[in-house]
Structures are given as structure tokens and as C-alpha cells.
């Protein structure tokens, strides 16, 4: 949805009505999804939500710019890319975690089923997820692309429930059907582009076919 918005805002993407009504059903679907869990609105939850907030906005920019260096100035491989920005990401917070080691250091380093879950969640659900979504940003646009993230609250849900039991009711459903159609309005061709005489239809030939 923040790769809609800044799309339109600061890289001249077209938002057509299919791509807001999309922007606004997903949000209420997220919202649906959300409110039914055991949580208290307060003052911590706030401040989470607003980090998470700027951490969308760096996301949606970030689709637009990685897509100009992978398939408009060099041409960089998908692979190449996911490896620069997960070695980029640790060396981030390599600073950060050493400062926890010293300030709380942790009563246990868990066994092998943990460190099994950390490299299937490091090596298959970031790093092979990563390139996939490299090479999707090259091969349809940061905007369909990021759209894969509409999926990631109905699959929390899912997981959520097969793997630690949390309780599930009808809202889950209601909140999961908004997404899925939400996902269905950005990511549908948009007939406007080949109407005669739409004023767009023009720069959209020129930008093909320079």
C-alpha cells in the first residue's frame, strides 16, 4: 500500500481508481485482521506501530529505487542484490546486537531445534524470499511486487494458529477475504491503458518505444 502512495507521490506512478480502492481495502482488511487479537491499545503499541510505519515507508521507496539499479542502470542480478542487502542489513544491527550481548546478556543460547528455526527462517523465508522478490521487482514493478505483503498478516494468522495454538474466530476471515481482494484491485491489468483517447495512453507508448 506506501508503494502506491509513494509511487503517485515521487516516481509519477499512475493511481488508478482499482489502485486506490485496493490502498483503502487493505488497510480496513488489515485493520478487520488485526483488532482481534488479545491486545490493549496504549502508549507502547502506538510507537510500534509507528516504527512500523516509517519501516513501510523505507520499504515502499526502496522498491523503486532497487528496480532502477536491477533492471534500468546496470542491470545487476537478483541474487547479487539480495546478497548486498541482507550483508548490509547484518553489519546494521551487528553493533546493535553486541550492545545487547553486554547490556543483557542472554540466560540461554537455545538448542538445536531453535538454531534449526532461526536458519530455516534466515536462509529459505529471507534470503531465497529475497531473491524471488529481487527478480519480481526487475521482472512486473515495485508496485505488484510489494503487493506479496498484503499475504503476510493472513499467514501470520495461519501460522500463528498450526504452531502455537492461538485461538481463531470468524474476523480472521472477514479481515483475510479484504486483503485477498484488496491484493486482486492493485495487481489487475488496468483496462484504462488501452482505451482510445485516454490521455495516458500516449506517454505509456512513447516510454515503450522511445
Known amino acids: 500500500m506506501m508503494g502506491v502512495l509513494i509511487g503517485m507521490l515521487f516516481f509519477a506512478e499512475a493511481l488508478t481508481i482499482s489502485k486506490a480502492a485496493g490502498v483503502a481495502l487493505g488497510l480496513f482488511g488489515v485493520a478487520v485482521l488485526t483488532r482481534t ?4 491499545v496504549d502508549q507502547q503499541l502506538l510507537l510500534g506501530a509507528a516504527a512500523c510505519l516509517i519501516a513501510t515507508t523505507c520499504y515502499g521507496f526502496a522498491g523503486f529505487l ?30 546493535l546486537f553486541a550492545g545487547s550481548l553486554l547490556v543483557q546478556p542472554p540466560t540461554s543460547w537455545g538448542g538445536l531445534q531453535e538454531w534449526l528455526s532461526l536458519a530455516g527462517l534466515g536462509f529459505i523465508c529471507t534470503a531465497f524470499a529475497y531473491v524471488l522478490f529481487f527478480r519480481l521487482l526487475a521482472d512486473i514493478g515495485p508496485i505488484k511486487a510489494s503487493t506479496t505483503t498484503f499475504l503476510i498478516p493472513p499467514f501470520g494468522v495461519l501460522w500463528g494458529a498450526l504452531l502455537l495454538d492461538e485461538p481463531l474466530s470468524w474476523a480472521y476471515l472477514y479481515g483475510g477475504v479484504l486483503i485477498a481482494i484488496a491484493l486482486w484491485l492493485v495487481v489487475r491489468p488496468s483496462t484504462a491503458m488501452n482505451m482510445p483517447g485516454n490521455p495516458i495512453e500516449k506517454p505509456a507508448r512513447l516510454e515503450r518505444h522511445p
Open 37 to 40: 487479537g488479545p491486545v490493549e
Open 66 to 95: 532497487t528496480r532502477r539499479w536491477i533492471g534500468q542502470r546496470g542491470g545487476l542480478d537478483n541474487r547479487l542484490a539480495a546478497f548486498s542487502s541482507l550483508c548490509g542489513a547484518s553489519l546494521f544491527l551487528l553493533p
